[in-house]
């Protein structure tokens, strides 16, 4: 028993003497991880981020948490410190909301990688959200329900769009804010089409 003990204290990415691998933990009677979920709740400058897990008895838990810059050195960062904590064994699949922009780089870097993906419209976590017991939101909080979403459903993996349709996207926000002058809530052609009627 106390050989168990000593080995649920190993985490994956430890550096463990003599020939370890974690293919032991089903050897030894635990329970096998089918699902990991990386919840990203993206903000302009920062990516908060929690890590959750599923075993095959449907247990699931948030077993980790930390914040990132929504940067290209925070995507890596992420990703080396998402390979650390996993389980090679089970899939891990990245679940974030689409925040206008603020998500797309992140996107665009963790498909070029080949990981898993999922973005979310945001109506849908927030109706998640509202489904469980908390009272205040936080970054933190939001991606936990992130997770938790992720593990519980099934989600479809994202589609980078074709080219085409990202020009055609970046070229409507430049029209869209090119109209504006400062402190205007609509672009001014609209605002002189409604002064003529």
């Known amino acids: 028993m106390l050989q168990v003990q000593h080995i649920q204290n190993i985490q994956p990415g430890d550096k463990t003497k003599g020939d370890f691998h974690f293919s ?46 929504n940067t290209a050195k925070g995507f890596t960062t992420l990703l080396a410190w998402v390979e650390k904590l996993t389980n090679t064994e089970a899939g891990v699949r990245f679940v974030m909301e689409a925040t206008g922009v603020y998500h797309e780089a992140l996107a665009y870097f963790l498909a070029e990688r080949g990981q898993e993906l999922s973005v979310v419209l945001p109506n849908k976590i927030s109706n998640y959200f509202r489904t469980l017991s908390i009272k205040t939101i936080t970054d933190k909080t939001a991606s936990e329900a992130i997770v938790r979403f992720g593990l519980e459903r099934k989600l479809e993996n994202w589609q980078r769009p074709k080219s085409l349709f990202k020009r055609l996207r970046q070229l409507t ?13 609509e672009p001014t052609t609209r605002r002189a089409k409604r002064s003529r009627s």
């Open 24 to 69: 032991l933990f089903k050897q030894i009677g635990m329970k096998r991880l089918v699902k990991q979920v990386v919840g990203i709740d993206v903000a302009q400058n920062e990516l908060v981020v929690s890590l959750g897990r599923m075993d095959e008895q449907l247990d699931s838990e948030v077993f980790a948490h930390k914040i990132f810059p």
């Open 173 to 185: 926000r430049e029209r869209d804010q090119g109209g504006r002058t400062h402190g205007d809530k």
